[in-house]
């Protein structure tokens, strides 16, 4: 059994929510100079020039890409050979509480959906567990800003809607959520399993590369089909018009009932931030783009 330090916990998860907001992600500056260089209206270019710079400032200052640093949304993948010391839940809360307060991010959370009371120190995060093989732990911070997050949406789709259904449903919030979510935006899907299956399906399909392919054809094709009718809408780079109004569509699935389609669709802003670490048997840490 291999035992991991609660304090090395809340240290990675610190640093995880700091980079995640300060530094993009190496496939959205690529996906983002791709839009750039294709774009052919000259507003839309300009926005995705600046958008660009913004990010080149951000890491080269070290500050926030975006001045909505997100509700912390953590994943971890635990090892069943690793036993960790302390409370776990509350080694990662310190880690947010401390990446928010000595990173001087926003604080977002507040104590109750009504009472709409800060928690100033952007706790508690939303934490997401899931027991693996060996012995390492994996941690992805995805600080959520809402602007996107408020443009996503669930879908109790019949089984006889089939891809058409969901084709629709997804370009028709997508249209509705115009400019709001800041794009170009990436699009996360999770098709199958029950309603809170699917919409966790799809926030991890954020946290797959933009350019991700999927390894089974059809979905592949879909993911491409999705992608080509959300960039034929016009929305443009922040809502002005343009041909990029997402950079990368991605499509998570997962076996479901007889009588049912759960579709979830999870709007990522034109940063999607998330940073991922790995903590190993000796407490070593190697930090992924």
């Known amino acids: 059994m291999t035992e991991i330090n609660g304090k090395t916990i809340t240290e990675v998860v610190k640093k995880l929510c700091i980079d995640a907001n300060y530094y993009i992600g190496n496939d959205v500056e690529n996906a983002l100079k791709r839009g750039y260089e294709t774009e052919t209206k000259p507003l839309a270019k300009e926005v995705l020039g600046k958008i660009l710079e913004n990010s080149q400032i951000a890491g080269n200052e070290n500050m926030p890409i975006c001045q909505d640093t997100g509700m912390a949304v953590v994943f971890i993948e635990i090892g069943q050979d690793v036993h960790v010391t302390g409370n776990l839940e509350d080694a990662i809360n310190e880690g947010v509480r401390k990446g928010y307060c000595e990173g001087y991010l926003r604080k977002s959370v ?3 959906p ?3 009371v800060n928690t100033n120190d952007n706790t508690p995060a939303v934490v997401h ?3 693996v093989e060996g ?9 959520k800003g809402f602007g996107s997050e408020n443009m996503s949406g669930i879908k109790m789709l019949k089984p006889s809607d089939g891809k058409k259904g969901i084709l629709d449903y997804v370009i ?4 509705k959520g115009g400019g709001n979510p800041c794009p170009p935006i990436v699009v996360g899907i999770g098709i199958g399993g029950t309603m809170e299956k699917a919409a966790l399906l799809s926030k991890k399909a954020l946290l797959l590369p933009v350019d991700y392919k999927n390894p089974n054809p059809y ?7 999705i992608l080509q009718l959300i960039n034929e809408s016009k929305i443009g780079p922040m809502g002005w018009g343009g041909d990029t109004t997402a950079l990368g569509v991605n499509i998570l699935t997962y076996p479901t009932h007889i009588a049912g389609l759960p579709l979830a669709v999870n709007i990522g802003c034109h940063v999607t931030r998330h940073k991922t670490a790995i903590i190993s048997s000796k407490e070593e840490v190697v930090y992924e783009d």
């Open 172 to 175: 028709e919030l997508i249209s």
């Open 135 to 143: 012995d390492e732990i994996k941690i992805t911070v995805a600080p």
């Open 114 to 116: 009504l009472d709409r």
């Open 110 to 112: 507040v104590k109750d």
């Open 129 to 131: 567990y899931e027991i």
């Open 219 to 225: 979905y592949n094709d879909m993911q491409c089909e």
